[in-house]
């Protein structure tokens, strides 16, 4: 099994910055990739920022030029910087961990509780 925990989240003015932290642990064999995602109540959970095992990075156009992805490898960590940010960047942001592949060629998907990000205006 994998845990992830996130942290970081919380209350912060239009224009001001947080920094998420995803830290992963327990049977992690290979990470292939490691991602942020959010939801918004109502909408689907869309993808804000992936990091490759190769240190590849890919944004949603929403975020690019403001949010940084990066990752600590040696200890299974992911950040997310946040930078200037604004009332649409409120809501949930989820932590995505993929291993794989698996000897069958599979990935496995596991995914944090979320931690809340309210910008206020």
């Known amino acids: 099994q994998v845990q992830l925990v996130e942290s970081g989240g919380g209350l912060v003015q239009a224009g001001g910055s947080l920094r998420l932290s995803c830290a992963a642990s327990g049977n992690i064999f290979s990470i292939n990739t490691m991602g942020w995602y959010r939801q918004a109540p109502g909408k689907q959970r869309e993808l804000v920022a992936v990091i490759s095992s190769g240190g590849s990075t890919r944004y949603a156009d929403s975020v690019k030029g403001r949010f940084t992805i990066s990752r600590d490898s040696a200890k299974n960590t992911m950040y997310l910087q946040m930078n200037n940010l604004n009332a649409e960047d409120t809501t949930i942001y989820y932590c995505?961990?993929?291993?794989?592949?698996?000897?069958?060629?599979?990935?496995?998907?596991?995914w944090g509780h979320g931690t809340q990000v309210t910008v206020s205006s």
């Open positions: 995505n961990v993929q291993l794989g592949p698996t000897a069958w060629g599979s990935f496995l998907d596991y």
